[in-house]
């Protein structure tokens, strides 16, 4: 399948879990808590790379950018309009890179929404374990894993664009006629997420160590939270969201 069209597909999917969000009283408001949730989550999580002077940046954009609140109804947009010009515009790296990010954004959306309807459902329990059991009665193990699976993808694309010779030169050169073409937001993602990886590769294996370390740290949340007893999951996650604050 075209990039352009994997794009797209992802884009219009994305549309229409906003369109069912919009239509559903309460459903916007569970949406941004259990993504709210989520980025405290996550910032417990890798609190000792927010930290660090090392990997701070990569652990902002990963919260920043794949994990946070963030409407991204803009990019979307974006995405959509000139799906069909990125291969004409962009290096093949590049198109990969947002073929990836638009179909983890489809994955994100679509376990954040089934994770809201229930969550509208648990009104009277407490956030932690409101967030477990939800988290339990969704499941979608293997879609959880795809989604992991994809944002590791993501980590490494990018990882593979700071080596690609005179593209950081180019970004810069594209950004003007980016912008004027409507690709501000994509624009910016791409040098963001090169000027993080470029930082890490300057350490070396900085890159690999980092999406090595979320790898692991997510795959053994994951197994928690589906396999472990509520009482020690629930104590975890509170730990985690405390961290945070």
Known sequence: MEASTIIRDAVLHVTELRQTVAETPGLA??????KQFQARRFAGTYFDFLNSEH???AALFFLQELYSEKDYSERDTQFARIAGALERLFPEQVVQTAVSLAQLHRQTED???AMAQHWLRLADQAEVSRYVKTWRFVGRRDDRNTQL???LTVGRELDRLTRTRGLRMMLKMMRK??????????????????DTFAEMARQGDGAHHFLAIVREREATLFEEL???SAVA???KIALLVGQAR
């Open 29 to 34: 408001s569970a949406v941004s808590a259990v």
């Open 55 to 57: 990997y701070r940046s």
């Open 111 to 113: 376990l954040d929404l």
């Open 149 to 151: 699976s994809t944002v």
């Open 177 to 194: 006629p980016a912008n004027l073409a409507g690709m501000g937001s994509l624009q910016q993602f791409l040098e963001s997420g090169f």
């Open 226 to 228: 589906f396999d472990a």
């Open 233 to 235: 999951c629930e104590t």
